[in-house]
C-alpha cells in the first residue's frame, strides 16, 4: 500500500514518515502543500493520502483532497491538530475516508489507514454495484420501454377492442379503438371504470359474468350487443404470484356484418331449398313423361313389327310360293328387302329373323341393345326383374345362344350394322 503525506510542517512530515516506513508501507512521496499534493498526486498514485487541513496558502486540505479524489482513486485522512467543530464540519463535507488528531500514536496511524483503505474499498465496491445497478436499471428500462412500444403497436395493431381492467372494472390498459368505441380518447379511458360506461342492465350482467370467471379461475367466451353492434366478446382471468385472479383481460370483435351475412346466407338457403324442391318436382314429372313417351314409342313400333308380321309378311310368302315371272320374283324381293329396310329402325336392326319374337321380347331385346340393365328394364316396362330374366333366356332361345358364353347385347349389335 503507498500512501502520500501532505503537510508543511517538515518534523510532522519526517515523523510520519518513518512512523509509515516502520509500519511496512511504502512511501508514494511527501509535499508540502495543496497545490503540489494535486499536481503530484496523478503520477504518484498513492493508495492512501495523510492530508493536513490547515495549511499555509490560498487552499486548505480540504479543498485539495477534494480535488485529488476527483483526479484518482485513493483514500484520504485529515490529519490535524485543530479538533474545534468548524475544522470537523469542513472535513465533514469533503467526506474523507479518516480522520487523525495530533499528537498521534503510531497504532492511531495504522488504524485510521487501514479503516481508511478498507473504507475506500467498500466504497469502490459500492461504486461498482451502483454503476452496475444503474445500467441494469437503464437496459431493464429500454427493454420495458421496448415492451410496451410493441404491446402499445400489438393492441392497436387490430381492429378488435382490447382491455386490462381490475376486479372493480377499472381500466387498466386498453388499446385506442377500445377507447374510441365508448366515445373518448385513450388517455382519458385508462383508470375509468368500464362498468360507468354500460347501460345498468348490461353492466350488471358483465359483474355476473366476470364473478364467474373470478370464482372459476377459466375463461369465458358470449356475444355481447351495444349500440347495435354486435360483439365476439371474452373475457380471460389474469392470475398474481398467488395464482388468484387480480386482472381480466377482455377482447371483442366486431361481427355485426358477420351475423348479416349469416343471416342473408340462411334467407338465401330457404330460397335454394323452395326452388331445388320444385326442380325436384319438375325432374320426377319429366321422367313421368319420358318414361310414358318411351312406353308409347316402343308400343308404336310393337304395332308396326306386329302388323308387317300379321298382315304383309305371311301375304308375301303365300305369294312367293305361286309361280312367278323373273321380273315377279324379283319385285317381291325388292319389296321384302324394302320393308326390311322399313321395319329395321323401330326393331333396332334386328334382322328378319328376330321377326319371331313376341312385341315384349322384342321391348326386351331393344332394352338390352341400348344397354340397359335387367332392374332398369323392370322399371322402364312396370314389370319384375324376373319376368326380365324369362324373356332374356326366350330371346337367347329363339336367337340359338342358349346355353353358349355368348353376350346377348354384343350379339345383338350385330344384326345391321
Do not use: W
Request: hydrophobic fraction near 40%; aromatic fraction near 4%.
Amino acid at each position: 500500500m503507498k500512501i502520500m503525506i501532505v503537510d508543511d510542517d517538515y518534523m510532522i512530515s519526517e515523523e510520519l514518515k518513518e512512523i509509515l516506513l516502520d509500519l511496512g508501507y511504502e512511501m508514494a512521496g511527501v509535499v508540502a502543500s495543496g497545490e503540489e499534493a494535486i499536481q503530484m498526486a496523478p503520477d504518484l498514485q498513492p493508495d492512501v493520502i495523510l492530508m493536513d487541513i490547515v495549511m499555509p496558502g490560498g487552499m486548505d486540505g480540504t479543498e485539495a483532497a477534494r480535488k485529488i479524489m476527483d483526479l484518482i482513486d485513493c483514500a484520504v485522512v485529515f490529519v490535524t491538530g485543530y479538533g474545534n467543530d468548524e475544522i470537523v464540519e469542513r472535513a465533514k463535507n469533503t467526506e474523507p475516508h479518516g480522520y487523525l488528531l495530533k499528537p498521534f500514536e503510531p497504532y492511531e496511524i495504522k488504524a485510521s489507514i487501514e479503516i481508511a483503505f478498507h473504507k475506500k474499498k467498500v466504497e469502490d465496491r459500492l461504486k461498482k454495484a451502483y454503476k452496475k445497478l444503474e445500467q441494469d436499471v437503464a437496459e431493464r428500462a429500454t427493454l420495458l420501454s421496448r415492451a410496451n412500444e410493441q404491446l402499445s403497436a400489438l393492441m392497436n395493431a387490430t381492429s378488435d377492442t382490447a382491455v386490462l381492467i381490475d376486479l372493480k372494472g377499472n381500466v387498466i390498459a386498453a388499446n385506442t379503438i377500445a377507447a374510441e368505441r365508448y366515445g373518448m380518447p385513450l388517455d382519458q379511458f385508462i383508470g375509468i371504470c368500464a362498468y360507468d360506461l354500460m347501460p345498468p342492465a348490461l353492466a350488471e350482467s358483465r359483474k355476473l359474468k366476470v364473478n364467474k370467471i373470478i370464482a372459476t379461475g377459466k375463461p369465458l367466451r358470449f356475444e355481447d350487443r351495444r349500440g347495435g353492434i354486435v360483439f365476439d366478446s371474452s373475457i380471460s382471468p389474469v392470475h398474481n404470484e398467488n395464482g388468484e385472479v387480480d386482472q381480466l383481460a377482455i377482447y371483442g370483435k366486431d361481427i355485426t356484418q358477420l351475423r348479416k351475412n349469416l343471416e342473408a346466407l340462411k334467407t338465401r338457403e330457404k330460397e335454394l331449398k323452395g326452388k331445388t324442391k320444385g326442380l325436384e318436382d319438375a325432374n320426377t314429372a319429366l321422367s313421368v313423361l319420358l318414361r310414358r313417351r318411351e312406353e308409347d314409342r316402343i308400343e308404336f313400333e310393337e304395332r308396326i313389327l306386329s302388323n308387317v308380321k300379321t298382315l304383309i309378311r305371311p301375304h308375301l310368302k303365300e305369294l312367293k310360293k305361286t309361280p312367278l315371272s323373273e321380273d315377279q320374283d324379283a319385285r317381291i324381293n325388292e319389296l321384302e328387302s324394302s320393308l326390311e329396310k322399313i321395319i329395321s329402325p323401330f326393331a333396332r336392326d334386328l334382322s328378319s329373323a328376330v321377326l319371331d319374337l313376341t312385341p315384349m321380347e322384342i321391348r326386351v331385346a331393344s332394352l338390352v341393345k341400348e344397354g340397359k340393365t335387367n332392374k332398369q328394364m323392370a322399371e322402364l316396362l312396370s314389370v319384375s326383374k324376373n319376368t326380365i330374366l324369362t324373356h332374356r333366356y326366350k330371346i337367347r332361345t329363339k336367337l340359338g345362344i342358349k346355353g353358349k358364353k355368348v353376350d346377348l347385347k354384343s350379339h345383338l349389335l350385330t344384326f345391321h350394322k
